[in-house]
Nanobody, 124 residues
């Protein structure tokens, strides 16, 4: 079992920046790919960024390319999402998730462990 706890979400003005963090605990010795997901109000949860176990490979949704950066620190068991130039469309709950994989995982259904989410609200 892996437990994930997100933090860093808050209210920010459009054009601003936020850094989300995800702390992992439990059985974290196995290789886990990680991902960040965005769920806007009334919409489905979508992957916005993913990172491989070593951090050597990353993937971004088109909507966040050039604005968001995913990173991880396996020694600290944390995964971060740096979000710049935020827009109101970025509003929603952000979840981090872990998939038992050494390589990148993009498909939501392949993620086994999920955090409770952190709310990001971007005002115009």
């Amino acid at each position: 079992q892996v437990q994930l706890v997100e933090s860093g979400g808050e209210l920010v003005q459009a054009g601003g920046s936020l850094r989300l963090s995800c702390a992992a605990s439990g059985r974290t010795t196995s290789p886990y790919a990680m991902g960040w997901f965005h769920q806007a109000p009334g919409k489905e949860r979508d992957v916005v960024a993913a990172i491989s176990w070593t951090g050597g490979n990353t993937w971004y949704a088109d909507s966040v390319k050039g604005r968001f950066t995913i990173s991880r620190d396996n020694a600290k068991k944390t995964v971060s999402l740096q979000m710049n130039n935020l827009t109101p469309e970025d509003t929603g709950v952000y979840y981090c998730a872990a998939a038992a994989s050494y390589s990148l995982v993009i498909n939501l259904r392949d993620y086994r462990y999920w955090g409770q989410g952190t709310q990001v609200t971007v005002s115009s």
